[in-house]
């Protein structure tokens, strides 16, 4: 049962514009959400994060924004460059260990 | 550091042969996790040892798979007899220890089997 949902298999989008990554779960008791970002043949790597205290976590061209009553958080990535191709993978704690979402391609074309 | 090292990157192996996985964690880092990942079922956890002692193995998917950590540097995930639906690629993945979610995830092994 997939308590951590990405809806969205891929996203394309040109440089320079804005990307969202969409994320939604199901447990209410999550309180700390992570984005991983993941190139072929590698494995995923951290980019950022969120505790459910706050709405929103910036770092540099990535902003995560909470919504707990909607249960729906979003990757933004502003601007988007063709670096930023990969799949991004929402995940929450549960348990011992991260729940990972099935992942969101993006493609930043030129 | 090298960062999460996984041998082989790549197995084909033939069903009913017995397949090892093998993973190198960060040094220091106290948690391992094994996850595995597949187009249906996304990264899925297999297994999470703390300080070298299993914690969690309710994701082994059955009774062929058993992983093991004989001491804090080097960690195996066996599949006996392998079958082609574990075709997929598996990670490992360390962290500092427990609650430290910010993991360091190996490159993988993609296993093949036919």
């Known amino acids: 049962d997939q308590q951590v949902k990405q809806n969205s298999p891929s996203l394309s989008v040109q440089e320079g514009r804005i990307s969202i990554l969409n994320c939604d779960y199901t447990n209410s008791m999550f309180d700390y959400f992570l984005w991983y970002k993941k190139y072929p043949a590698e494995g995923p790597t951290f980019l950022i994060s969120?505790?459910?205290?706050?709405d929103k976590n910036e770092d540099g061209r990535f902003t995560v924004f909470l919504n707990k009553s909607a249960k729906h958080l979003s990757l933004h990535i502003v601007p988007s460059q063709p670096g930023d191709s990969a799949v991004y993978f929402c995940a929450a704690p549960a348990g011992y260990a991260l729940n990972f979402g099935k992942g969101t391609s993006l493609l930043v074309t030129p | 550091d090298a960062g999460v090292i996984q041998s082989p990157r790549h197995e084909v192996t033939e069903m009913g042969q017995e397949v090892t996985l093998r993973c190198k964690p960060i040094s220091g880092h106290n948690s391992l996790f094994w996850y595995r990942q597949t187009m249906m079922r996304g990264l899925e956890l297999l297994i999470y040892?703390?300080?070298?002692?299993?914690?969690?193995d309710s994701g082994m998917p059955e009774d062929r798979f058993s992983a093991k950590m004989p001491n804090a540097s080097f960690s195996t995930l066996k599949i006996q007899p392998s079958e082609p639906r574990d075709s997929a690629v598996y990670f490992c993945a360390s962290s500092p220890g427990t609650g430290d979610y910010g993991y360091t995830f190996g490159s993988g092994t993609r296993l093949t089997v036919v």
């Open positions: 969120i505790s459910s205290i706050k």
């Open positions: 040892f703390n300080n070298n002692v299993p914690i969690d």
